[in-house]
């Protein structure tokens, strides 16, 4: 477990990997993202994107689930913020996704002593390396000896 006493600035570490596959892509954007570039590849090709993309939805939800798995269980009470959200790259079927995130601040709650502020660069990039998603997110973590309230 990592409480905000454990993460400094510079703190980097890579969450986790994911491989896309055309079928969950499709699946996922019927249910929350129906947009032809995502659900039907036809449309797809004919689209600026030439081919079925994940829904950038997706793609957070994708965070969520690989954060939530990730070994080094951050002790969360609530995420504050999400920002700088950009999406420079598509994500695409059989795409292998690896997501690695940076302490870029760190600092104490002005009100509460058992808990923290920090904020988390983001990257989300494809086998090639290329950034398919970055973003930054502030989060309030509880502090060392606060166990009883995560």
């Given at each position: 477990?990592?409480?905000?006493?454990?993460?400094?600035?510079?703190?980097?570490?890579?969450?986790?990997?994911?491989?896309?596959t055309?079928?969950?892509?499709?699946?996922?954007?019927?249910?929350?993202?129906?947009?032809?570039?995502?659900?039907?590849?036809?449309?797809?090709?004919?689209s600026?994107?030439?081919?079925?993309?994940?829904?950038?939805?997706?793609?957070?939800?994708?965070?969520?689930?690989?954060?939530?798995d990730?070994?080094d269980?951050?002790?969360?009470?609530?995420?504050?913020?999400k920002?700088?959200?950009?999406?420079?790259?598509?994500?695409?079927?059989?795409d292998?996704?690896?997501?690695?995130?940076?302490?870029?601040?760190?600092?104490?709650?002005?009100?509460?002593?058992?808990r923290?502020?920090?904020?988390?660069?983001?990257?989300?990039?494809?086998?090639?390396?290329?950034?398919?998603?970055?973003?930054?997110?502030?989060?309030?973590?509880?502090?060392?000896?606060?166990?009883?309230?995560?």
């Amino acid at each position: 477990m990592r409480f905000w006493d454990d993460l400094e600035v510079g703190y980097r570490s890579t969450v986790g990997a994911y491989q896309l596959t055309a079928q969950e892509v499709v699946a996922f954007a019927k249910a929350w993202d129906p947009q032809p570039f995502h659900i039907d590849e036809e449309a797809a090709r004919g689209s600026i994107f030439g081919g079925l993309v994940a829904s950038s939805l997706h793609l957070f939800a994708i965070c969520t689930r690989l954060f939530f798995d990730h070994s080094d269980e951050i002790q969360i009470l609530a995420m504050l913020g999400k920002d700088a959200i950009r999406i420079p790259n598509p994500a695409r079927p059989g795409d292998t996704l690896t997501y690695v995130t940076e302490c870029v601040e760190h600092r104490e709650s002005s009100t509460k002593p058992d808990r923290g502020v920090i904020v988390l660069a983001d990257t989300l990039s494809n086998q090639n390396g290329e950034a398919v998603l970055t973003q930054r997110v502030t989060l309030l973590v509880a502090r060392r000896g606060n166990e009883q309230g995560v």
